[in-house]
């Protein structure tokens, strides 16, 4: 199965926009997950939902007006689940160039219709791009094992 990122691309609106001017940051993890789940709906072939959200960095602020990219690629499966990073750029109508403006990694399950996991196709890396991205994943999901950990006694 090929692996091809799922890519949207719009111009953010005067809606989106934060108390700052800025677009709002829950603007921004709403295109995460609406890209994501396009990229493993589309790699499962299943309906699938988010499990975990981790890391989400935000590098630089998206203007009100810019052309966003957001880019959704899966960089590792599990039975069940499958890890994918995602990347959100912008850019000035103005400027040919996108600029990197937030990265994460989000994890999604496929179900059935009654919300029991469903098996997905498994994600094998060929190139060493892909290798260090799978190997970027499992190092992530050690982590977050460590992190729900720490947070039991919370919950």
Not at 25 to 43: L, N, P, R
Not at 50 to 66: A, L, Q
Request: charged share 25%; with cysteine; hydrophobic share 35%.
């Amino acid at each position: 199965m090929e692996n091809k990122p799922i890519t949207f691309q719009f111009i953010s609106e005067p809606s989106d926009v934060n108390y700052g001017g800025n677009v709002h940051g829950g603007s921004v993890m709403k295109w995460i997950d609406q890209a994501g789940y396009a990229c493993a709906t589309t790699w499962s072939g299943n309906y699938s939902v988010t499990v975990y959200v981790g890391g989400i960095r935000f590098y630089e602020p998206i203007k009100i007006g810019e052309i966003v990219k957001v880019e959704a690629q899966v960089i590792y499966t599990s039975s069940s689940s499958m890890h994918i990073s995602i990347n959100v750029f912008s850019r000035n109508l103005k400027q040919p160039q996108f600029d990197k403006k937030t990265h994460c990694i989000i994890v999604f399950v496929a179900v059935d219709e009654n919300g029991k996991k469903l098996p997905v196709p498994k994600w094998i890396p060929e190139t060493e791009e892909e290798k260090q991205q799978e190997q970027y994943a499992k190092r992530l999901m050690q982590l977050r094992t460590q992190i729900e950990d720490e947070m039991k006694p919370f919950l």
